[in-house]
Nanobody
Framework: QVQLVESGGGLVQAGGSLKLSCAAS????????MGWYRQAPGKQRELVAT???????TYADSVKGRFSISKDNAKNTVYLQMNSLKPEDTAVYYC?????????????WGQGTQVTVSS
């Protein structure tokens, strides 16, 4: 059973930083891709950043240059370093892991961690 557990959310002032962690019960190397999504009140869940098994990264335009995704396979953990936070970054942040086996794609989600940025 694969489980993802996020931590590191909280309340921060605009311009501040937070680092989110996502601990996987299985090896992060088992995932084809891992990523962070967020959902603000009244809005759809949106992609924030992804990292592939090989370490390639992608970012939403709204966070480029401010957020950085990384992983530590030895610790089975994925991180999201968030700098220069803005009030519009306020949301519940979810960790995601994707495992592809032939034509089967399985998505795994954490429970989410709240990030609140005050102006």
């Amino acid at each position: 059973q694969v489980q993802l557990v996020e931590s590191g959310g909280g309340l921060v002032q605009a311009g501040g930083s937070l680092k989110l962690s996502c601990a996987a019960s299985g090896r992060t190397g088992n995932f084809n891709d891992m990523g962070w999504y967020r959902q603000a009140p009244g809005k759809q869940r949106e992609l924030v950043a992804t990292i592939t098994r090989g370490g390639s990264t992608t970012y939403a335009d709204s966070v480029k240059g401010r957020f950085s995704i990384s992983k530590d396979n030895a610790k089975n953990t994925v991180y999201l370093q968030m700098n220069s936070l803005k009030p519009e970054d306020t949301a519940v942040y979810y960790c995601n892991g994707v495992i592809r086996v032939l034509a089967t794609v399985r998505n795994y989600w954490g429970q989410g961690t709240q990030v609140t940025v005050s102006s």
